[in-house]
């Protein structure tokens, strides 16, 4: 499973980098350096559901080992060549990470011959595989780890790992260190909560309890990202807001939010607004990049885990705008054709999110396929659909994009019979 899954990355990577070159040498594309966000409009297509939507069960591909010969065919573009060799050093440390971490297995060993407080500091610097459950606790007690192992495990997690993440692109180093005690030892607490709704639970008692905390920003982004998790859209945007009020440059509420923003579900439901939303949904994305792009000059002596994080960022707010112009391209659910150079903006983003991250997102493949298929491209359409269902496979996406490829094949079946019936009858 994880070599299909590894495959199915490089591939893309091979196939984003091609369909990039695609778009730049088409006529009326945008130029390479644009910068806006995608999020497409299923509503597009030719089907009434949205594989877009969020899927709880969908935590993106990931890979086990990295070969160079998967990346030598990258040699369309310039820009290309350099996305998927940053894409490759990517992978190589996430391998070595990964080969760093602890098992379970592996603490319960080192309990057997080591003080608890030497397994406390390897599990702090070296990080474990596992998130700590009631039952994996209950296990390493057992095996006599401490009330400091215990406390180490939690902080070293997966899912801890990941909102610390998220947490740096939130608020500045400054109101981090700033933070009083009490605060920061709640924020950590939010931080390890193993399910959305108990993050919520933290979220709202630490608004309560710290009414005009510095770190209020933060955590509203963190109770965003639990209700992203649920599916509740519109208190995505609701807490996102919150956040982005008490410190409008939050990056992580400003990506949660422009996430949401074009989803075709959430402009069903707010139809009147439609317009004003995407307004505000381009607004926000082109600010999220502005913050990326200046925390990356900022940051030359940045940890790699940061620009990393930075960089997946990027690739999540230009898919988001990439779905602005989908939408935009499709001018409302009663317009008669596309806008093409919306369309052509909708394909250089989605282009762009493709390439500029390690962990292509199968959605933003979906959605590269609607676009090339409203804009008449139909080849290219087959194959965004393509990789589409081959890095979603388990879920509705590779059913829908299956869906897809079938109707674009009896289109160009027929397009060919009605050009072979022009040259019979010689129209």
Known sequence: MRAGRFL?????MVFAGALYAQT???????????????????????TNTDPAAPDPDYHGPRCGVVRDDYMSPITSTQVAIQAQAAMRKQLEDEVEQRRMLLSEKAVEDELGHSPAATVAKDVQARGVDFDLTPAIEKRLRKANASDEVIAAVRQAGPKVRANLAKLSLGLGSTAMENAPQDQARDLATILSQSSPDKTLAWVDRFAKKYPVSALLSCVYAFGADA???????????EYAGKSL??????????????????????????????????????????????????????????????????????????????????ELAAGGRNANSP??????????????????????????????GEAYALDGKLEAAIRAFAMAASLSQGTLIKTYA?????????????????SNAGLVTGK
């Open 402 to 418: 299956e869906q897809q490829i079938a109707q674009l094949e009896r289109r160009k079946a027929q397009g060919a019979l009605a």
């Open 24 to 46: 730049t040498a088409s006529p009326g594309a945008s130029s390479p350096g644009a910068s806006s966000l995608g999020a497409s409009s299923l509503g597009t297509s030719s």
């Open 245 to 326: 009020k008490a410190y409008p440059d939050n990056l992580m509420a400003l990506v949660l939010r422009v996430g949401v923003l074009p989803q075709p579900q959430y402009l069903r439901s707010h139809a009147t607004d439609r317009d004003k939303i995407l307004q505000e949904a381009q607004s926000d994305g082109g600010r999220a990049l502005e913050l990326i792009q200046q925390s990356s000059k900022a940051g030359n002596g940045m940890a790699a885990v940061q620009q990393k994080h930075l960089a997946e960022a990027a690739s999540q707010v230009h898919g988001s705008l990439g779905m602005v112009h989908l």
């Open 8 to 12: 199915c990355v490089l591939a893309v």
């Open 227 to 237: 209700y992203q998790q649920q599916g509740d859209l519109d208190k995505v945007v």
């Open 339 to 368: 806008n093409k150079a919306e369309l052509a903006k909708a394909e250089m983003e989605l282009n762009t999110a493709l390439t500029a991250t390690a962990h292509p997102d199968p959605r933003d493949c979906y959605r590269l």
